[in-house]
């Protein structure tokens, strides 16, 4: 038996394509996202959950290989590198739904479902706004500029270790939460271990 690779495997949406029947899909968006749109089949575990689903996803990367996928590829790329240093192989997709989509692969939407902006433009607002009205209001009152700086404090945070603290924030909110007619988070693990 090889080891596990050290490294995650990374596929264009046309090699993805190709090999989707071997896949267990999953998709490490915020369950708002998720509810937007999917790949066809895809199983929703947030990034922030991968570590609680480390087991399950341990024994359906046994009965055949893992496809992670998020929005742009950066959540899934990072979340391959969690699996692959618990010992469990996984590929990401490079483009997330994204590049899917624009290669005019199919895309699962409910009826009724919104398209939700992806978690890192989310940050990229909030953290912009923040800086702005900090800077702005630093001119009236001039320690409000410290508000721009704590900002940038914390995406320099972000940067240096990996996590978003704003993020995980954001993905707190009923925008970012999932919808009521949502599967638990328990049988998407239960789904995983079995399937």
Known sequence: MTPPPTVPARLTAAEASARYAEFTVVDVRTPGEYAGGRLPGALNVPLD????????????????????VCASGARSARGCEQ??????????????TG???????????PAGA???????????????????????????????HWLSGLVGA???????TGTCGMAVLLGRLPYNRPPKDARPFEETLARLASA
């Open 114 to 144: 919104v398209a939700r902006w992806p978690m890192d433009r989310q940050v990229r607002l909030v953290a912009g706004a923040l800086v702005l009205v900090g800077f702005l209001a630093g001119l009236a009152w001039p320690p409000a």
């Open 83 to 96: 699996l692959v240093a618990l010992g469990v192989e996984a590929a990401t997709l490079e483009g997330g």
């Open 49 to 68: 959950r991968l570590g609680e689903a480390a087991s399950a996803l341990a024994a359906a990367a046994a009965r055949g290989p893992l496809l992670i």
């Open 99 to 109: 590049g899917w989509a624009a290669a005019g692969l199919p895309v699962e939407r």
């Open 154 to 160: 914390g995406l320099f945070f972000s940067g240096a």
